[in-house]
């Protein structure tokens, strides 16, 4: 069973909007329209949590 990301939007200071994913935290799509974000959406993949590379690299972003 496949558990359905879900995602939180943020509007950027330059209009845009970022669709961030509750799952993982990344950025799942940048886009300018609600329409382009759903479309980015359907190709994001999930990090998986639970690998140090994985953590490592949430750290550089969160850095
Ligand atoms: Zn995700």
């Keep these: 069973m496949q558990a359905q990301a879900q995602f939180a939007l943020r509007q950027n200071p330059d209009g845009s909007?970022?669709?961030i994913c509750l799952s993982c935290?990344?950025?799942a799509a940048?886009?300018?329209t609600d329409e382009a974000l759903r479309e980015l959406e359907k190709k994001h993949v999930?990090?998986?949590w639970n690998t140090p590379e994985r953590l490592a690299e949430r750290m550089?972003?969160?850095a």
Excluded: G, R, V
């Design 17 to 19: 909007l970022d669709s």
């Design 25 to 27: 935290d990344a950025t």
């Design 30 to 32: 940048t886009a300018t």
């Design 46 to 48: 999930c990090y998986d």
């Design 60 to 62: 550089k972003f969160s």
